[in-house]
Protein backbone atom coordinates (compact mmCIF):
# COMPACT_ATOMS: atom_id res chain seq x y z
CA UNK A 1 0.00 0.00 0.00
CA UNK A 2 2.71 2.31 1.22
CA UNK A 3 4.12 2.14 -2.26
CA UNK A 4 1.12 2.47 -4.52
CA UNK A 5 0.96 6.15 -2.26
CA UNK A 6 4.54 6.46 -2.90
CA UNK A 7 4.19 6.03 -7.12
CA UNK A 8 0.78 8.23 -6.96
CA UNK A 9 2.66 10.90 -5.55
CA UNK A 10 5.58 10.79 -7.95
CA UNK A 11 2.82 10.50 -10.70
CA UNK A 12 0.64 13.67 -9.42
CA UNK A 13 4.45 15.62 -9.53
CA UNK A 14 5.16 14.41 -13.10
CA UNK A 15 1.71 15.35 -14.20
CA UNK A 16 2.79 18.89 -12.98
CA UNK A 17 6.84 19.39 -13.62
CA UNK A 18 8.09 19.58 -17.20
CA UNK A 19 11.25 17.33 -17.55
CA UNK A 20 13.60 19.37 -19.30
CA UNK A 21 13.80 22.39 -17.34
CA UNK A 22 12.33 21.18 -13.55
CA UNK A 23 9.94 23.97 -14.12
CA UNK A 24 6.14 23.74 -13.57
CA UNK A 25 4.60 23.09 -16.48
CA UNK A 26 1.50 24.80 -18.36
CA UNK A 27 -0.92 21.78 -16.38
CA UNK A 28 0.08 23.36 -13.42
CA UNK A 29 -0.70 27.17 -14.58
CA UNK A 30 -4.01 26.16 -15.77
CA UNK A 31 -4.34 24.62 -12.24
CA UNK A 32 -3.51 27.91 -10.48
CA UNK A 33 -5.65 29.67 -12.98
CA UNK A 34 -8.81 27.48 -12.07
CA UNK A 35 -7.94 27.03 -8.57
CA UNK A 36 -8.10 30.85 -8.14
CA UNK A 37 -11.33 31.13 -9.73
CA UNK A 38 -12.88 29.62 -6.67
CA UNK A 39 -10.76 32.67 -4.51
CA UNK A 40 -10.83 35.77 -6.62
CA UNK A 41 -9.06 37.72 -3.97
CA UNK A 42 -5.64 36.63 -5.16
CA UNK A 43 -3.44 39.44 -6.62
CA UNK A 44 -1.64 38.03 -9.14
CA UNK A 45 0.20 39.47 -12.42
CA UNK A 46 1.42 37.17 -15.24
CA UNK A 47 3.92 37.90 -17.21
CA UNK A 48 4.39 36.00 -20.67
CA UNK A 49 8.08 35.37 -21.88
CA UNK A 50 8.75 34.03 -25.39
CA UNK A 51 12.85 33.18 -26.30
CA UNK A 52 13.41 35.25 -29.42
CA UNK A 53 15.20 33.92 -32.62
CA UNK A 54 15.44 30.24 -30.60
CA UNK A 55 14.49 28.40 -33.94
CA UNK A 56 17.90 30.29 -34.73
CA UNK A 57 19.79 27.76 -31.98
CA UNK A 58 18.23 24.70 -32.82
CA UNK A 59 19.31 25.16 -36.89
CA UNK A 60 22.96 26.64 -35.70
CA UNK A 61 23.99 24.63 -32.84
CA UNK A 62 21.43 21.60 -33.04
CA UNK A 63 18.48 20.58 -30.36
CA UNK A 64 20.55 19.16 -27.71
CA UNK A 65 22.04 23.06 -27.67
CA UNK A 66 18.83 23.79 -27.86
CA UNK A 67 17.44 21.89 -24.81
CA UNK A 68 20.84 23.34 -23.04
CA UNK A 69 18.93 26.57 -23.75
CA UNK A 70 15.91 26.52 -22.86
CA UNK A 71 17.34 25.20 -19.51
CA UNK A 72 19.48 27.99 -19.23
CA UNK A 73 16.37 30.55 -19.35
CA UNK A 74 14.44 28.87 -17.30
CA UNK A 75 17.28 28.92 -14.41
CA UNK A 76 17.35 32.90 -15.55
CA UNK A 77 14.28 33.20 -15.07
CA UNK A 78 14.25 31.33 -11.66
CA UNK A 79 16.40 33.22 -10.50
CA UNK A 80 15.06 36.85 -11.52
CA UNK A 81 11.50 35.88 -9.97
CA UNK A 82 12.88 34.51 -6.65
CA UNK A 83 10.58 33.85 -3.95
CA UNK A 84 8.41 37.20 -6.16
CA UNK A 85 6.27 34.30 -8.41
CA UNK A 86 6.16 30.81 -9.87
CA UNK A 87 7.60 30.31 -13.25
CA UNK A 88 6.28 27.62 -15.43
CA UNK A 89 7.31 26.54 -19.19
CA UNK A 90 4.27 26.95 -21.12
CA UNK A 91 4.93 25.34 -24.43
CA UNK A 92 8.07 25.77 -26.64
CA UNK A 93 10.39 28.00 -25.99
CA UNK A 94 7.19 30.00 -24.00
CA UNK A 95 7.37 30.57 -20.11
CA UNK A 96 4.88 32.11 -17.99
CA UNK A 97 5.43 33.47 -14.84
CA UNK A 98 2.16 34.07 -11.66
CA UNK A 99 3.77 37.14 -9.82
CA UNK A 100 1.88 37.17 -6.24
CA UNK A 101 1.39 40.80 -6.68
CA UNK A 102 -0.36 43.54 -8.72
CA UNK A 103 1.63 46.22 -7.93
CA UNK A 104 3.06 48.30 -10.55
CA UNK A 105 6.27 48.88 -9.33
CA UNK A 106 6.94 45.67 -8.36
CA UNK A 107 6.13 43.64 -11.51
CA UNK A 108 8.21 46.05 -14.00
CA UNK A 109 10.84 45.95 -11.00
CA UNK A 110 10.72 42.01 -11.68
CA UNK A 111 10.50 42.63 -15.54
CA UNK A 112 13.88 44.91 -15.65
CA UNK A 113 15.00 42.09 -13.49
CA UNK A 114 14.20 39.39 -16.35
CA UNK A 115 15.85 41.45 -18.74
CA UNK A 116 18.96 41.96 -16.48
CA UNK A 117 19.82 38.79 -15.96
CA UNK A 118 19.63 37.79 -19.73
CA UNK A 119 21.60 41.00 -20.44
CA UNK A 120 24.43 39.94 -18.21
CA UNK A 121 23.98 35.91 -19.31
CA UNK A 122 24.78 37.00 -23.24
CA UNK A 123 27.83 39.69 -21.76
CA UNK A 124 29.10 36.97 -20.25
CA UNK A 125 29.64 35.07 -23.36
CA UNK A 126 29.88 31.22 -21.87
CA UNK A 127 27.19 29.50 -24.21
CA UNK A 128 27.97 29.85 -28.28
CA UNK A 129 24.71 31.39 -28.42
CA UNK A 130 22.60 34.35 -26.94
CA UNK A 131 19.16 34.43 -25.47
CA UNK A 132 16.85 37.24 -26.24
CA UNK A 133 13.51 37.74 -24.77
CA UNK A 134 9.84 39.08 -25.47
CA UNK A 135 7.94 39.82 -22.57
CA UNK A 136 4.17 40.69 -21.78
CA UNK A 137 1.93 41.07 -18.44
CA UNK A 138 -1.26 41.79 -17.32
CA UNK A 139 -3.05 42.00 -14.28
CA UNK A 140 -5.33 38.86 -13.31
CA UNK A 141 -8.84 39.67 -12.84
CA UNK A 142 -11.37 36.66 -12.29
CA UNK A 143 -14.44 38.72 -12.00
CA UNK A 144 -14.01 40.43 -15.27
CA UNK A 145 -12.02 37.78 -17.11
CA UNK A 146 -11.91 34.10 -17.58
CA UNK A 147 -8.49 31.98 -17.81
CA UNK A 148 -8.57 32.05 -21.48
CA UNK A 149 -8.91 35.66 -21.81
CA UNK A 150 -6.27 36.66 -19.17
CA UNK A 151 -3.91 33.84 -21.01
CA UNK A 152 -4.58 35.75 -24.39
CA UNK A 153 -4.10 39.26 -22.92
CA UNK A 154 -0.81 38.31 -21.40
CA UNK A 155 0.44 36.29 -25.35
CA UNK A 156 -0.57 40.01 -27.54
CA UNK A 157 0.89 41.35 -24.88
CA UNK A 158 4.29 39.83 -25.35
CA UNK A 159 3.62 39.66 -29.17
CA UNK A 160 3.38 43.13 -29.10
CA UNK A 161 6.98 43.20 -27.52
CA UNK A 162 8.44 41.11 -29.90
CA UNK A 163 7.44 42.89 -32.87
CA UNK A 164 9.24 46.09 -31.38
CA UNK A 165 12.65 43.45 -30.87
CA UNK A 166 12.28 42.13 -34.68
CA UNK A 167 11.85 45.83 -35.45
CA UNK A 168 15.66 46.51 -34.15
CA UNK A 169 17.04 43.37 -34.60
CA UNK A 170 15.73 42.11 -38.38
CA UNK A 171 18.84 39.92 -39.04
CA UNK A 172 17.31 37.32 -36.43
CA UNK A 173 14.03 37.15 -37.84
CA UNK A 174 13.34 34.21 -39.33
CA UNK A 175 10.38 35.25 -41.29
CA UNK A 176 13.04 37.73 -43.27
CA UNK A 177 15.25 34.67 -44.02
Given at each position: ?????????????????????????????????????????????????????????????????????????????????G????????????????????????????????????????????????????????????????????????????Y??????????????????
Amino acid sequence: VSIAGVLASLQNEMIYHDQLTGLFNRSYLLYLLERNVKTPKLNITGVMIDLNAFKHINDKFGHAVGDDALVVAARILQSAVGNGGCVMRYAGDEFVVLLNTQDDEAVEGCIARIREFFDEFNKNGSKPYELFVSIGSHKLNMKAESVDDFINVIDARMYEDKKAFYASHAGLDRRLR
